[in-house]
């Protein structure tokens, strides 16, 4: 499902400040962004630019201190915490840096815990076209200490599929992986938009990364301050470098993104 006009998610005037007099820090500050549903838009920016404080308040994972959000045509600020909490297990899917498994659970277990704790059952033949798609089928039966990092991300971005959510949310989801697992996992979330039909939402430091995204918005002192389209990677570091010049120094040399 999505908004008006294929939006999947979008920002109005939005604003978040932590603490109060002298000593508060504004993190967003009057963001509007729309960000269209079936693509994969990348949000980038140099330390404390509010990327991260961004992704939380668009996901409902932290509120607002200003402005609005909606994702499909639910409006975040209208909604309780129990609806909220409710739109968030069904709507809408998480990719995180830390895996998040449960190690008791297997994959396939783990895989299907959001619709268990719904008290629904998978349907048969989406979960077998997530598993093809993230390449997990042999190792449905394994839990998270038998698997490697990347094949525990693997697993986390497909229990972030498997409800078909409005969005799939990832923050850093190559940190905690080395750069062949970071590879194959964006590989997937493009794979996710183009053959599944997803929305995707991702911050990341790296512009390799990012170079997989239709979209890099760039933030800097909690204000949009760039817009890139089907950027490569070295448009990516040239905009980065622009705002400074040290946070582009992270890229891999000789590396270059999917596009």
Not at 66 to 87: C, N, P, Q, Y
Not at 133 to 149: I, K, N, T, W
Not at 216 to 236: H, M, N, S, Y
Request: charged letters at 25%; aromatic letters at 4%; hydrophobic letters at 45%.
């Amino acid at each position: 499902m999505t908004g008006r006009g294929g939006v999947a998610v979008s920002a109005r005037a939005l604003g978040k400040r932590y603490g109060s007099g002298p000593a508060a820090v504004v993190a967003l500050d009057g963001v509007d962004l729309d960000f269209a549903a079936g693509r994969f838009t990348a949000i980038m920016g140099p330390s404390g630019s509010g990327k991260s404080t961004l992704l939380h308040c668009l996901a409902g994972l932290d509120r607002p201190s200003a402005g609005s959000v909606r994702i499909g045509e639910a409006d975040l600020d209208r909604l309780d915490d129990r609806r909220l909490t409710l739109l968030r297990r069904d709507r809408v899917g998480f990719v995180f840096q830390k895996f998040n498994l449960l190690p008791a659970l297997t994959a396939e277990e783990n895989i299907v815990l959001p619709l268990a704790i719904a008290g629904r059952r998978p349907d048969p033949a989406w979960l077998r076209q997530v598993v093809a798609a993230v390449g997990l089928s042999d190792r449905l039966r394994h839990r998270p200490a038998e698997l490697s990092g990347g094949q525990q991300q693997r697993v986390a971005i497909a229990r972030a599929l498997i409800t078909r959510p409005w969005v799939v949310f990832a923050d850093e989801p190559t940190g905690n992986l080395d750069s062949r697992s970071g590879a194959e996992v964006l590989r997937l979330l493009r794979e996710a938009v183009d053959t599944l039909g997803q929305s995707v939402i991702m911050v990341t430091h790296d512009p390799v990364a990012a170079g997989h995204a239709d979209r890099v918005v760039l933030l800097a002192d909690g204000r949009l301050v760039a817009d890139l389209a089907a950027p490569t990677t070295e448009q990516v570091l040239d905009a980065l470098a622009r705002l400074d010049p040290s946070a582009a120094h992270g890229a891999r040399p000789g590396t270059t993104a999917r596009r």
